[in-house]
């Protein structure tokens, strides 16, 4: 009875769907079956006319996502993928056209040349890479039609990827060269120096409002330059963060809890409990009184210790007790639980043994941790007997590639350098001690070669409580941040709103549909989900849980995809059409046909400028000027030229002089640096391309929106 109440419920809606179906089909019967076509709906995006289907890209973004793991996010993996299928249809459409193709054998080829299959113990016979081993290997998972199978087609398919970006920049590379002659005119062109007078008219000498711009001379300008306006769709949002903070009494609350713990206590069922100043297990302490940071029994100088507390913990005694003492965000105890002199750094040297599982081993490893330690002792024996012995034993022995050269020596290295047990029996144990440690990596047998600079050291048991707020104090801040988006939802303005309850308000502009982060908050896709959703229009408000606080957001602005609107572009096209506005005022100013003439026509003086290029074409109380040295360069000497329109102004000059640089027996090294340049520019080619390519993108609707 529940679903057939629902049936009835949208039976209205339903017959409004249908009827518009039917009355588009009367006006166009094809689009009948584009309105209830699946794959229109399972359709994303398209390139010169391919589709690209959600199936293809949700298994394109799986083997990203499994080949990067946790170093990407789900919105770079997304975006990278989205451009990867679009570059590969770009590519085939050109490699197409080219006549040229990517093969099978392209990619074995290709596979034989990857370093991780050369060395891989499964392709190679008599520790040589056998291609026959790889293609059976291949063959056999091939038959599985596995997982292993899958990502092995995945990662053949990156090859080909590239084989074909590679193949076609190669193609237009070949045909970028240069001349002897261009290379020559480059040499001139950056080494011609020209000395000109000058007189420059600035637009700053034209008022403001001789010049104004109007919303209509802004949007003719865009439209008319719309290749450089061009946006997608995006939000712009202001915002309210009311942060979690724990406040004084937070903080004197927490303190006064840490102090507690010094002194032995008696519980309420009448149970004796130690404190930290009279219990020896500091594991035990830490772990029944929830401590925030865990046990760290290394020895500490001086200079390792929060320096709130260093001066009077170095003056102390075994079993004294110091803080509670802030540092950063906890409140700590520290007690001395030993005091020692040791050296602030030390030489030694080493043996690795290596063992099956150590993080050190590698394939050729075949000794267990028994037979392992068995060889260190054996060494150990033998170096024991006769300490000159230890340098060749290293180079013969020691899996340690960085040292074993050296005899297993490492020079002077400080305390916290080396895995603790290494350490600990360096800088513990006396100089010519010799031992065996185990470590992470094996077993090591060592000989200390040096020790200096001896000071006292501390070990410290320090228990740390992180200071947050109390409950009572984000109760607080919730009901803060709910009256404030309460405010805004029974219509009131949200600057006024700010202002009434003295908070700071932010703003987030051209947030994108598959940006992460929104600035001044960090990576909330909720508010940017939300700040997309159709049904969200300007003026609407939310309240946003987030890390460590809320955020009441209303949305400012809807871009939509396409050209960039008036009110966005003003900011960049105003100036530029101020000065052409100037500019021409500035013109119908300048009369004359000498410089002298010009210069008392705009109330000037003629100025002289000394040895510019285009190396550095910077004007001497002007600025860089480009257009307009550029322009000397090319104009005839001894001739007046008028109206050039620069950077920051309007300049008329007479070039005097133009030195020309030493001519070169040839030119071939700018010829060649032409073409590498050339070359360097897949980048702006593939670019180009793209641009000239018809793309339709919907990938954001993957995501919801």
Not at 469 to 492: H, I, P, R
Not at 541 to 570: H, N
Request: hydrophobic fraction near 40%; proline fraction near 2%; avoid cysteine.
């Amino acid at each position: 009875m529940a679903i057939l109440s629902k049936i009835r419920e949208r039976s209205m809606f339903l017959i409004l769907v249908i009827g518009l179906a039917l009355f588009a089909f009367v006006l166009d019967p094809s689009t009948i079956s584009d309105f209830f076509s699946a794959s229109k709906v399972n359709e994303i995006g398209e390139v010169n006319g391919e589709t690209i289907s959600r199936q293809e890209f949700a298994e394109a973004l799986d083997a990203y996502k499994t080949r990067a793991g946790s170093n990407v996010s789900e919105m770079q993996a997304a975006k990278t993928v989205w451009g990867n299928l679009i570059r590969q249809r770009i590519y085939k459409t050109q490699l197409e056209e080219a006549g040229i193709t990517v093969g099978d054998a392209d990619i074995m080829n290709k596979l034989y040349e990857a370093e991780f299959i050369l060395n891989d113990e499964r392709f190679q016979t008599s520790n040589i890479f056998d291609k026959n081993k790889l293609k059976q290997f291949l063959a056999t998972i091939k038959e599985e039609n596995g997982a292993d199978w899958r990502n092995w087609q995945n990662y053949m398919s990156s090859l080909k990827d590239n084989l074909e970006k590679t193949a076609y920049d190669n193609l237009v590379a070949a045909g970028l060269g240069a001349s002897l002659k261009e290379g020559e005119a480059q040499y001139l062109m950056e080494n011609t120096k020209v000395t000109s007078k000058y007189v420059y008219v600035p637009y700053t000498s034209i008022a403001d409002d001789l010049a104004i711009v109007k919303e209509s001379d802004i949007k003719n300008y865009i439209t008319k330059h719309s290749q450089d306006f061009q946006v997608d769709a995006s939000r712009d949002i202001n915002f309210v963060k009311f942060d979690i903070k724990p406040t004084p009494e937070d903080e004197e609350a927490i303190k006064l809890q840490v102090a507690k713990l010094i002194d032995d206590s008696i519980t309420q069922t009448n149970i004796s409990v130690k404190g930290l100043k009279n219990t020896t297990d500091y594991d035990a302490f830490l772990s029944e009184n929830d401590s925030d940071i865990p046990l760290d029994t290394n020895y500490k100088f001086k200079s390792q210790v929060p320096q709130v507390i260093a001066e009077a913990i170095f003056k102390g005694n075994q079993g004294e007790v110091f803080g509670p003492y802030k540092d950063a965000d906890y409140f700590k105890l520290s007690k001395i639980t030993k005091v020692i002199q040791l050296p602030d750094s030390a030489q030694a040297s080493h043996i690795l043994i290596p063992f099956v599982g150590a993080s050190s081993a590698d394939t050729t490893v075949t000794q267990t941790e028994e037979e392992a330690k068995k060889t260190a002792d054996s060494l150990l024996a033998v170096v024991k007997g006769s300490k000159s012995k230890f340098t060749d034993l290293a180079k013969q022995f020691s899996s340690d590639k960085g040292s074993a050269d050296k005899g297993g020596f490492y020079d002077w290295f400080e305390y916290n350098r080396m895995v603790p047990s290494f350490r600990d029996f360096v800088f513990e144990g006396k100089k010519g001690d010799i031992g065996v440690v185990k470590s992470q990596f094996g077993f090591h047998v060592i000989k200390i070669d040096g020790q200096k600079n001896f000071q006292q050291a501390l070990q410290l048991a320090t228990f740390g409580r992180k200071i947050e707020a109390s409950e009572v104090t984000e109760n607080a801040v919730f009901q803060t941040a709910e009256t404030f988006a309460l405010a805004l939802a029974n219509g009131k303005n949200f600057e006024e709103v700010v202002k009434d309850k003295k908070v700071t308000s932010q703003s987030a502009v051209g947030l994108k549909a598959l940006d992460e982060t929104v600035s001044g908050i960090g990576e909330e896709r909720d508010i940017i989900t939300w700040a997309f959703d159709k049904e969200v229009e300007k003026g609407s408000s939310k309240r946003f849980d987030i890390e460590g606080g809320y955020v009441v957001a209303v949305l400012t602005g809807k871009t939509v995809k396409g050209l960039m609107p008036v009110e966005k572009a003003t900011l960049k096209v105003r100036p530029i059409l101020s000065n052409e506005k100037k500019a021409k005022l500035i013109k119908a100013k300048i009369s004359g046909t000498t410089l002298d003439e010009i210069s008392k026509s705009v109330g000037l003086t003629v100025k002289t400028v000394t040895d510019v290029n285009l190396q550095s074409p910077t004007i001497s109380g002007v600025g860089n000027e480009p257009k307009v040295v550029g322009a000397m360069l090319n104009a005839k000497e001894q001739t007046v030229v008028k109206n050039v329109v620069g950077d920051k102004g309007v300049f008329s000059f007479e070039v005097t002089t133009k030195s020309l640089p030493t001519a070169l027996p040839n030119y071939d090294s700018y010829r060649r640096r032409l073409i590498n340049e050339r070359k360097n520019k897949t980048f702006q080619m593939y670019e180009a391309i793209k641009n000239a390519s018809n793309i339709k993108d919907n990938m954001s609707s993957f995501y919801g929106i």
